[in-house]
Structures are given as C-alpha cells and as structure tokens.
C-alpha cells in the first residue's frame, strides 16, 4: 500500500513496517495507511509533533502481528479481549522500537513514539484511568485519529471477523465516540455512525 504525499523522512520507516502489517490482522495494513493519511491530511488548530505522530500511526497495530488466530487461542480467560489489547501493544512497543532503531529515528522522538504505542488503546481496557493517561497534546490528537477511521464501511467490513454482529459493533463504535478528545473529531465519527446505521 502506498501513502500518496508521505515525506521522504518516514519512507525507510513504512517501508519495513507494511510487511509486518500485512502478516498481522486483515486490514491492519489499510487501517495504518489511513490513519497516517488523516494526520497529513490535518488542516486544524491543534497542535501535535508530526515526527511523534507519523511514527505511532503507521506502527501502532503491528504488535497484532504476533498474535495470529491460532495463536489467539492461547490468549484465555475472562478477560480475553482486554488481554490480546495488552499483548498487542507491548508487542507492537519492541516491534517499532527495533524498527526506530534500525533507521536511526531521533532518540527522544522514539522514546515517545514508543510510550504512545505501548498504551494507545487503554481507553478500551475497564481498568485503567485512561484519561490520565492521555496526557499530552500527542497522545490525545493520536487518540482521536486511531479512532476515526473506525467509523468507515470499509474498516467495518474489516473489523467483522472479530465482531460478527454489525448492530453490536455500532453500539460499541457509538459509546466509544464518548472517549474522543475533540469536538472537531467527534463531529466526524457522529456523521460516519449516521451513514453506517444507514447501511444494510
């Protein structure tokens, strides 16, 4: 998949990271590819580090390419879900932070390029006060752009073999609108939820 517009900077970066995407979940590599393509293509007020940001959107599923569906199994208990969320982002932390390594990515912008993956999705785990964990201008913009891409038919299409039943995916989708920073954001994903309860 190529980002059209992707500065020359994180090239080396994406290049090594598709594979391993495309070796993760379906989709994973689409979901990433649109994600970076959101934050380009950002014309708003908010400020956030392009040189942070870039980095997590294109690396932050790739730990879910160590968790295949056979490997799923293993993944047991009540908390199952929450479990695999946990597994994927630290995973994905030591995945990017070998990958930043290897390109010879800023130091300080790794360091944070890697706390940001290793908790971008604790707004879905029950345990954790995830509102002071999202506690910088980065985290929060990633936060809200992670999320957008959800409220798509295509990325529907793609999170269904995790979620068979479409109206249970889109009362889940619609509570997680709750967990959006920005207004801007959420007026984004109110108009991609009225499309989607349209759809059959």
Known sequence: MKIENLPKKYEKIWKKVLPILKNGRPGDDIHAGETVKLV???????????DVV??????????HSVILPE????????????????????????????IL???????KKRKEVVEIITIHDFDQLKEVDWKKVYNTPNKKFFHD???LDRYTEERITNMSFV?????????LLE???DNLFYDEFRKIAEDGMRFLRKVK
Do not use: E, S
Request: charged share 30%; net charge positive.
């Open 163 to 171: 979620y068979k039943n479409r109206k249970k995916l889109l009362d």
């Open 101 to 107: 390594d290897a390109v010879g990515y800023d130091k």
């Open 54 to 63: 870039i980095p997590v959107a294109m690396m932050h599923d790739i730990g």
């Open 40 to 50: 380009l293509n950002y014309k708003g007020k908010l400020k956030f580090d392009m």
């Open 175 to 177: 509570k997680m609108m």
């Open 71 to 98: 490997h799923f199994a293993y993944v047991t208990g009540p908390k199952k879900i929450a479990n695999a969320k946990l597994v994927h982002m630290l995973a994905g932390a030591k995945i990017a932070k070998d």
């Open 145 to 147: 752009m992670d999320a």
